[in-house]
């Protein structure tokens, strides 16, 4: 067990530019590409990537000084909020992870070839959205048994999610061949959307109000184009947390510079995965007939093509520290929330087909019950850190994890119900 356990960490280690070439390689080998065209795929995915990182570095490298001003405000909260990388790295620590990710692969291939579902999750690095839950559950009722069961239930649902999304996520990124796979965000952000979507739908006059990138930019002209959106943003950013000058211009230069490359690594990503793609259908329909097809599941940062995505995750960082001091009783203050921002926009900006107005709104009511319950749930969260290798000490902590990862939610509101 300790092997495995030793084995699989030492690929997660590897990161996912280093192994998710070599990955989309080994797919297309599989599905019978030319082993030169199936190497260019997996390298030019592997660039994509490595390139989305960066850009979403330097976004929160720029945003930086916005976050130090907000949080010089916020001394004296008493819980750790210690982001969603320590927690799904303290995730992996649990003693069934070993047994769960070989039975995550395993139900994903029974829902494919028995079940004739679509989708094939090579996202592993989210597995996180699955482990955490059953580590949760592991942490709060101390059954190795519960914690596997919810693990993989999690990545079966995830996997029928991502079919059931897949024909709106690819007309409206235009992703061909695609679909989102990571859990928590597809499973409350988009639903939580469509929600606030209908309400909109049913409010005379706010009902069209259709303000989009687009609409921007015919109104605007060149000035409603992304780069003088973001670069706009950027000064506003840096105004209102009183900058000095040469912050302010570094912030709107770095916003609008993401809003122009982030497509850009995108589209890198896709000139990879779009064969892999056109050859897993081929594939599947040799196999298993004409009407089969196989859709490749991947991290929600594909998304982030879109500029209203990044134009909406500017806008909500301030916001979403504000709720610091407007929450009743808050104990942390959300400083690692504001690293899943970003991540958080794609869905709102999905259900809302680029609406601006619609996605800000679903963006910042999703903020809020993030922020709302991740304080909510300190006891839960403190309890699966209890259980990891992760050491807080004597210390209560949290994480964004605990309020969009609908999974941990129920957890803890069934914890709180029935003990």
Request: net charge negative; glycine share 10%.
């Amino acid at each position: 067990m300790e092997m495995l356990m030793a084995i699989t960490q030492r690929i997660l280690d590897m990161g996912a530019t280093a192994l998710l070439p070599f990955l989309i390689m080994i797919l297309g080998l599989i599905f019978r590409m030319k082993f030169g065209a199936a190497l260019k795929a997996g390298l030019f995915v592997g660039i994509g990537f490595s390139g989305l990182n960066l850009v979403v570095g330097l976004l929160t490298t720029t945003i930086q000084p916005i976050s130090d001003y907000y949080a010089e405000m916020g001394k004296g909260f008493t819980t750790l909020d210690l982001g969603f990388a320590a927690s799904g790295a303290a995730s992996w620590t649990v003693p069934f992870a070993p047994i769960a990710v070989p039975l995550i692969v395993a139900a994903n291939f029974i829902l494919i070839f028995v079940f004739k579902r679509k989708v094939l999750n090579v996202d592993i690095w989210n597995y996180i959205h699955f482990l955490i839950p059953g580590a949760l559950a592991y942490g709060l009722y101390g059954s190795v048994a519960l914690g596997i069961v919810v693990t993989v239930a999690c990545s079966v649902i995830a996997v029928l999610v991502a079919e059931v999304i897949a024909p709106k996520w690819q007309e409206f990124f235009g992703l061909e061949g695609t679909t989102c796979s990571t859990f928590s965000f597809m499973t409350f952000m988009y639903p939580l959307s469509v929600v606030v979507n209908k309400i909109f739908d049913a409010i005379p006059g706010l009902r069209d109000v259709d303000v989009d990138m687009d609409w921007l930019e015919r109104k605007l002209g060149v000035f409603g184009e992304p780069c003088f959106v973001g670069f706009i943003v950027g000064l506003f950013l840096g105004i209102i947390t009183r900058q000095p000058i040469e912050i302010i211009l570094q912030t709107a230069i770095g916003i609008s510079a993401v809003l122009i490359l982030i497509p850009r690594m995108v589209s890198i990503m896709m000139e990879g995965i779009t064969p892999i793609g056109n050859a897993a259908s081929a594939f599947m329909k040799k196999h298993m007939g004409e009407d089969a097809e196989l859709w490749i599941g991947m991290d929600v940062a594909l998304g982030l093509g879109d500029p209203a995505c990044v134009t909406c995750t500017a806008i909500c960082i301030p916001i979403t520290i504000a709720f610091a001091f407007l929450i009743p009783n808050m104990t942390y203050f959300p400083i690692g929330v504001l690293t899943i921002v970003c991540y958080t926009t794609v869905f709102c900006v999905m259900a809302s087909n680029g609406n601006l107005i619609r996605s800000l709104v679903c963006s910042i009511l999703s903020m809020f019950i993030i922020v709302f319950c991740a304080n909510a749930f300190v006891p839960e969260a403190t309890a699966f850190f209890n259980v990891t290798g992760l050491d807080i000490g004597n210390n209560m902590a949290t994480d964004g994890f605990f309020g969009f990862n609908l999974a941990d939610i129920i957890l803890c509101i069934i914890h709180r119900l029935v003990g």
